[in-house]
């Protein structure tokens, strides 16, 4: 079955950088995009990141471009996110989460398959 | 960027009430719609893709309907495990955005 497991999560200091990894299974992870989806505490769901299956192809939100970067590492299927310049509102939890479709250069799909979540916070 | 809005944020029903949520879309998104379901303390679930299509898995008592600007999520007949925050989603172009949330209790 499809396994998506987040690590990496923690309290880290505003200013400062912090990388997350999703780490995929029972699934060809190399044929499908893969997104970062997070949640602030209370709230609603906000798209983040998504890279295409191959890493030819990334799209990052507004709220974080610049400052994150998405990337992937088809040869162990894990995908990171490295989160530099952290202010207090990405505090959240990240969920990354499986495109529904293969082979899409794109990739921005719907989320067929998410992981448990990481919880990342940023205080001082 | 095309905002999603559901509506309403919150409904209260009885089990075995038909319920219905709602999403529009400030642009027309053809069918590029998904349904999601979130249990509290739970990750998201997808439910239904393409507007219409029940993702695997999913109860026959959830449909969804819709194109354009316009779609409708509905239970025909609510049960105590669909207690959840459910969200719409667009995609098929960047940036991918959700709706703010519908949160259903039992009455």
């Known amino acids: 079955q499809v396994q998506l497991v987040e690590s990496g999560g923690g309290v880290v200091q505003p200013g400062r950088s912090l990388r997350l990894s999703c780490a995929a299974s029972?699934?060809?992870?190399?044929?499908?995009?893969i997104h970062w989806v997070r949640q602030a505490p209370g709230k609603g769901l906000e798209w983040v990141a998504v890279?295409?299956?191959?890493?030819?192809?990334?799209y990052h939100a507004d709220s974080v471009k610049g400052r994150f970067t998405i990337s992937r590492d088809n040869s162990k299927n894990i995908l990171y996110l490295q989160m530099n310049s952290l202010r207090a509102e990405d505090t959240a939890v990240y969920y990354c989460?499986?495109?529904?479709?293969?082979?899409?250069?794109?990739?921005?799909?719907?989320?067929?398959?998410w992981g448990q979540g990481a919880l990342v916070t940023v205080s001082s | 960027d095309i905002q999603m809005t559901q509506s309403p944020s919150s409904l209260s029903a009885s089990v075995g009430d038909r319920v219905t949520i709602t999403c529009r879309a400030s642009?027309?998104?053809?069918?590029?719609l998904a349904w999601y379901q979130q249990k509290p303390g739970k990750l998201p679930k997808l439910l239904i893709y393409?507007?219409?299509t029940l993702h695997v898995g999913v109860p026959s008592r959830f449909s969804g309907s819709g194109s354009g600007t316009d779609f409708i999520l509905t239970i025909t007949s609510l049960q105590p495990e669909d207690v959840a925050t459910y969200y719409c989603q667009k995609y098929n172009s960047a940036p991918i955005t959700f709706g703010q949330g519908t949160r259903l209790e039992i009455k």
């Open positions: 642009q027309g998104i053809s069918s590029y």
């Open positions: 393409a507007a219409s």
């Open positions: 890279i295409s299956y191959d890493g030819s192809n990334k």
């Open positions: 029972g699934f060809t992870f190399s044929t499908y995009g």
């Open positions: 989460a499986k495109d529904g479709l293969p082979w899409q250069q794109l990739a921005l799909g719907y989320f067929d398959y």
